[in-house]
Antibody
């Protein structure tokens, strides 16, 4: 059964870079069957799609975050990662990794990890 | 930037029918947007309920259905139950690998 597990620091200082990793089990990240995503949700607010990567390295970014976001994949470790630079308090959120199948809005989510931006 | 619109809140009586909608600030929603619906309860990750307009996810009761109504995607609950009270989010594909979520609808069953 597919499982997605987010990991990374729960506290990041303003102006620094937020780094998260998603470990995939139960499916091959390099099979080409899925796209791999990062989505976030500020406390008490709605969902925001951040970025998507395909095993080949093709990347897609939310235009509003594109200048600060990098998504990458490490197929040897069955992981994909998110880096968000120059963070502010507005980046405080639960960050979810997810996957979706091509030509489908069926996202399958990890449990999420809360990242707080504070000094 | 395109905004995906949802009703902020909705109320339905137990046993009643309610239709939540998902629209675009500019233009019409179609099947090519792969409209999909998620239920989220407090403290939990979202769960897929309907994807690609009208495909019900495994384990979702058949009182939930999805469709295109006019220029919007719609999630209809027929015979609402107390445990349907939750937040519902839609997501739309905008092309070029980009996705946009709606702001969510808080459904009250009362």
């Amino acid at each position: 059964q597919l499982q997605l597990q987010e990991s990374g620091p729960g506290l990041v200082k303003p102006s620094e870079t937020l780094s998260l990793t998603c470990t995939v089990s139960g499916a091959s990240i390099s099979s080409g069957d899925y796209y791999w995503d990062w989505i976030r949700q500020p406390p008490g607010k709605g969902l925001e799609w951040i970025a998507t990567i395909y095993y080949s390295g093709s990347t897609y970014y939310n235009p509003s975050l594109k200048s600060r976001v990098t998504i990458s994949v490490d197929t040897s470790k069955s992981q994909f990662s998110l880096k968000l630079s120059s963070v502010t308090a507005a980046d405080t959120a639960v960050y979810y990794c997810a996957r979706h199948t091509p030509e489908s809005g069926n996202f399958y989510w990890g449990q999420g990890t809360l990242v707080t931006v504070s000094s | 930037q395109t905004v995906v619109t949802q009703e902020p809140s909705f109320s339905v009586s137990p046993g009643g029918t309610v239709t939540l909608t998902c629209g675009l600030s500019s233009g019409s929603v179609s099947n090519s947007n792969y409209p999909s619906w998620y239920q989220q309860t407090p403290g939990q990750a979202p769960r897929t309920f309907i994807y690609n307009t009208n495909i019900r996810s495994s384990g979702v009761p058949d009182r939930f259905s999805g469709s295109i109504l006019g220029n919007k995607a719609a999630l209809t609950i027929t015979g609402a139950q107390a445990d349907d009270e939750s937040d519902y989010y839609c997501v739309l594909y905008m092309g070029s690998g980009l996705w946009v979520f709606g702001g969510g609808t808080k459904l009250t069953v009362l």
